[in-house]
């Protein structure tokens, strides 16, 4: 079942890559007592991912935190090696917190998964944005056709909050 409007962020652990090496970063701790935007891209350095998601939410995290946004995030089912590479190559700077679903396992608890083995990239995250408050989510915008990028830019978010 798909996560709903009003339902809480399911508890797992993303993998980041600090000066400290792999951490977890506990879905608990991390949207609790604030307001988040996270997107969701099938993979790191593919063509829509890289040449629009990323950037959109890059170019207008400013403008997010400017509405109550405490925090941007990209999550993928990539490792957190491949996420911080990801992230250095887009240049996110501090405007996107890089998030690891190595395991898929967020994908999978959200209901929010695509098969992409026709690729060759397996069990992957649909493309989606999200507007989690306090751990709670309060909007949900998921693509129809993962491949195009329409409802979960940061533009159409700008408009929800």
């Known amino acids: 079942m798909t996560i709903q409007i009003g339902d809480k962020v399911p ?3 993303f993998k980041k890559i600090t000066a400290d090496g792999l951490v977890d970063v506990p879905s608990d701790d991390y949207f609790k007592g604030r307001k988040v935007a996270l997107f969701s891209v099938p993979g790191a350095f593919t063509p829509t991912c890289s040449a629009q998601h990323v950037p959109s939410f890059v170019g207008n995290a400013d403008a997010l935190k400017a509405k109550g946004v405490s925090a941007v995030a990209c999550v993928s089912v990539n490792d957190a090696f491949v996420m911080k590479a990801w992230g250095e190559a887009q240049d996110v700077g501090d405007a996107v917190e890089m998030l690891a679903d190595g395991n898929g396992e967020f ?3 959200t209901g929010l998964t695509l098969d992409a083995s026709g690729f060759g990239l397996g069990e992957r995250s649909t493309r989606f ?3 989690i408050d306090d751990g709670k989510l309060s909007q949900l915008n998921v693509e129809s056709n993962p491949s195009e990028m329409d409802v979960s830019s ?4 700008l408009g929800q909050l």
């Open 107 to 109: 994908a999978r608890a």
């Open 11 to 13: 508890s797992v652990n």
């Open 154 to 157: 940061a533009e159409h978010m």
């Open 129 to 131: 944005s999200m507007i």
